[in-house]
């Protein structure tokens, strides 16, 4: 037996692993697929086959892709909800993003703050970017102690005189 033929066992088809690296596009949506003609498995006096990629996007556990924007699950609790936060981000890409309210802001239940251009690349226009959004789950405290109790009653008097004040001007 010749030294070809051992390897082929006499099939003409030697069975090898190829790597093959493609270009993947920024933003390239789920489902988005790339040929490679002429890349699959060659037999002889047959042309050989193509080699498809589909891409297909995998779920967060934060983030939720919607077209070139992206909705971030956030938890906040009651106190940062009404008197603000800072939080750091760190996004898909691993840049580290700043959030904070401005002064005064309060987040209510269901709204989305907005961070223009902070999302993916647009398919085929990876020089633009998607907005991303702050979806905020607010946490309630389970109980309050008689102190935090008084606390707030306090706090609801002093915020209920100062609301009357401004109405009056």
Same mark, same amino acid.
């Given at each position: 037996?010749?030294?070809?033929?051992?390897?082929?066992?006499?099939?003409? *088809?030697?069975?090898?692993?190829?790597? *093959?690296?493609?270009?993947?596009?920024?933003?390239? &949506?789920?489902?988005?697929?790339?040929?490679?003609?002429?890349?699959?498995?060659?037999? &002889?006096?047959?042309?050989?086959?193509?080699?498809?990629?589909?891409?297909?996007?995998?779920?967060?556990?934060?983030?939720?892709?919607?077209?070139?924007?992206?909705?971030?699950?956030?938890?906040? #609790?009651?106190?940062?909800?009404? #008197?603000?936060?800072?939080?750091?981000?760190?996004?898909?890409?691993?840049?580290?993003?700043?959030?904070?309210?401005? &002064?005064?802001?309060?987040?209510?239940?269901?709204?989305?703050? #907005?961070?223009?251009?902070?999302?993916?690349?647009?398919?085929?226009? &990876?020089?633009?970017?998607?907005?991303?959004?702050?979806?905020?789950?607010?946490?309630?405290?389970?109980?309050?102690?008689?102190?935090?109790?008084?606390?707030?009653?306090?706090?609801?008097?002093?915020?209920? #005189?100062?609301?009357?004040?401004?109405?009056?001007?």
């Amino acid at each position: 037996k010749s030294p070809k033929n051992i390897w082929c066992k006499g099939r003409k *088809v030697i069975k090898e692993s190829k790597l *093959v690296k493609i270009m993947l596009d920024q933003g390239a &949506p789920d489902g988005k697929r790339y040929v490679l003609s002429g890349e699959s498995d060659e037999i &002889p006096g047959c042309e050989p086959g193509d080699v498809v990629i589909e891409i297909e996007i995998e779920n967060h556990k934060k983030f939720i892709r919607k077209g070139a924007d992206l909705i971030y699950k956030c938890d906040i #609790t009651l106190l940062e909800a009404l #008197t603000g936060f800072n939080i750091v981000i760190t996004h898909l890409d691993g840049r580290k993003i700043l959030i904070k309210t401005k &002064p005064g802001e309060i987040i209510r239940p269901g709204i989305l703050k #907005t961070v223009s251009d902070c999302g993916m690349p647009f398919y085929e226009s &990876p020089v633009r970017f998607g907005n991303l959004y702050l979806d905020f789950n607010i946490i309630f405290p389970k109980s309050l102690n008689e102190e935090q109790r008084n606390e707030l009653k306090r706090a609801r008097k002093k915020v209920t #005189t100062f609301w009357k004040r401004q109405s009056q001007h």
